[in-house]
């Protein structure tokens, strides 16, 4: 039997304590702050009498957690939020978020929508105290998770895990969605969907030409599930000098492979995070003001200057010495020669057991299955005639052009009215809105300003009800007794 040491029973006692009694205070902030608030919104019904969900979510992950929680507090309670994965295993963290730890600042108010209660910092001191949260240097990558976790169970948030959106179809209602959780399926109608799908949900992995061919068990993309026990003793190849690619290339030295050879493309190692300078209120407000140009500008200008990988992820994978750095080493040619890959760059010829993209991923509006049937009809920056054949935007013109309200557009105006219903709450969203809806800086500022369309949008579809509401609302403030001699009264006694 496994007897924990009283040291140890004592500190998790005391953190137990410590949580509930921070759970006591954020429930209690919120009910001074009247929440949850009454829903205001109208009922609708299909065209056979079915009730319709007001708003779907679809990712459970920090985005869909902040997103569910902004549409509680708008008086928005009519939505179910839906996770494919385990309970706890929703988002990259538990997945292929190989780093120790996060890149952003501890002292980000991340997904708190403004209740300082709600932050990481007063989770951590809950716990572990003033003296533990001044101790502590970066959030480890599981911290973060036990995090989000608690944030979920502390507001009482209904995702529904395990459960997938197999299809989403156009209806009048707005869509009829098809979820499936294990064997069982369900027909939902819908008026308004939220995906927040984390930064692969409307993309594919960016994988180099020379290894299309080679992609598979023995070429796989980070994002993927990598067997790195099956790496033990084997030469490994990492391509790309991303974050991404510096973890997993240290995840790989962790797990005994005999050499790791990183290949970059670019001719020096980058030293700089320029969007580090863009967490302000300035920026995350102002950047969808920016004319298209100027948005685009400033995104191919950080984008081409690369981001430089975290100073403990680089430390992490040079401390091993059979690590090997190849710069200018862009792909132009794989050969299968036996069981080994053969590399080929202008200036290298290197053959190993397994290869690792580290290369991110690209935005591709086809790449979501649920959007396929039409996916034709989004528009894309790419359809801006102004930019179509402009060559220094690349990718950029990739992403969808979204509205105000994070939605989704119609390339032929009148031809989609439904995709004003869709909303893109992504990395995806990142040339529209700016950095508010993937990374932990700004997830609230995008999460709010989300929301306040959508509730806009809601009321303003509805507004003859609610007009016709304020016209018949009679409930009296004054009694006719308040004026003993008064007889005038409006409406009449």
Known sequence: MHVIHP???????????????????IRRDLEMLQYPPADWVIPRQTNDGQPVLDVAVIGGGMCGLVATFALLRAGISNIR?????????????????????????????????????????????????????AELGRIPTQTWMDYLIWYREVLSLKI??????????VADHGFNIRIKYGVIEEEIPVRKIILATGREGMAEPRIPSPLQDAFGPQCQHSSEDINFDGLHGKEVAIIGISASAIDNAATALEAGASMV??????????RVNKMKSTVYSGFTNGFPRLSLAERMDLLSYVFKYRVAPPQNSVQRVWKHKNVKLHLDAELTEVKKEKRKLLLLTRHHRIKVDHVILGTGFKINVNAPRVLKPFSDEIKTFRDTKSLADNKTFGELLDFPD??????LQEKVLGKSPYLKNLHEFTFAATVSHGNVSGDIPAISDGADRLVKGITASIFQEDFPKHLSNLYSYEEP???????????RWWPEL
């Open 402 to 407: 979204l509205g105000s309200d994070f939605e």
């Open 160 to 169: 529904e895990n395990r459960t997938s959106v197999e299809q989403i179809e």
């Open 81 to 133: 939020t839906f996770d494919s994965n385990e309970e706890g295993r929703e988002g990259p963290w538990p997945k292929y978020a190989r780093m120790e730890t996060l890149r952003s600042p501890k002292t980000l108010a991340g997904p708190a929508l403004g209740l300082p209660s709600l932050t990481f910092q007063a989770w951590y001191e809950a716990q572990w105290g003033r003296d533990g949260w």
């Open 261 to 270: 050879h990183i290949l970059a493309r670019a001719p020096a190692v980058p």
């Open 477 to 487: 403030e004054l009694h006719g007794d308040e004026i003993p001699e008064n007889k």
């Open 7 to 25: 040291v140890w029973e004592r500190i998790l006692s005391e953190s137990q304590i410590g949580l509930e009694k921070l759970g006591r205070r």
